[in-house]
């Protein structure tokens, strides 16, 4: 699938399904189709010339639960120092923050989450809308239906619409890191 999403496509260091499966009893909540497959196919790498995707790994600087839970402290750290602070949330739903599981971030700053919503029956695997916060901790703005959704858009004059008015449409590379 992967190969349709990227022109140039060159596979890095890959989860096992076994990492994924401990990733996902880790956080929680059944990691998204098109997430396990990024991670079994594409790996560790660079996508699109900007993204950084986490997986389940044992290099920490890459790894999903490290980087999730890094992120996150992160964000949360700046945002005590800003008294009544408020995202400005495409769609006015700021909920959607306290959802947030980060998986990824851009080479500008921006992070990528999906907004985790779990319902009643927990082993069904399914995708979680991604969500891009903006590298000023301010904008919150909708990123894609699922992973391939989300790469396709940011190849394309969608990539305005995420990234911000300023930005051109991203390669439509992957280049795996080198382990």
């Known amino acids: 699938m992967w190969q349709t999403v990227f022109a140039d496509f060159t596979a890095g260091p890959k989860a096992d399904p076994a990492d994924l499966d401990r990733a996902e009893t880790e956080l929680g909540f059944p990691l998204p189709e098109s997430y396990r497959s990024f991670c079994l196919d594409c790996g560790i790498g660079l996508a699109c010339g900007s993204l950084r995707i986490a ?3 044992p290099t920490e600087s890459a790894d999903l639960g490290t980087r999730s839970e890094l992120i996150a402290h992160s964000i949360a750290s700046v945002l005590e120092t800003r ?3 408020r995202f400005e949330v495409e769609g006015d739903d700021p909920s959607v923050v306290e ?5 990824g971030e851009t080479e500008a700053g921006e992070f990528l989450f999906w907004d985790v919503v779990v319902g009643a029956d927990q082993t069904e695997r399914r995708e979680y809308e991604i969500w891009v916060m903006g590298a000023d901790l301010e904008s919150v703005r909708f ?3 699922d992973l391939p959704d989300l790469m ?5 004059p969608a990539v305005r619409g995420i990234l911000g008015m300023g930005a ?4 439509s590379s992957f280049l795996g890191q080198v382990s």
């Not at 959802?99 to 998986?103: I, S, T």
């Open 99 to 103: 959802r947030a599981c980060f998986f």
């Open 83 to 85: 008294e009544g602070h």
């Open 143 to 145: 990123g894609g239906a």
């Open 152 to 156: 396709r858009r940011l190849q394309g």
């Open 55 to 57: 997986i389940p790994s």
């Open 168 to 171: 051109e449409p991203l390669p």
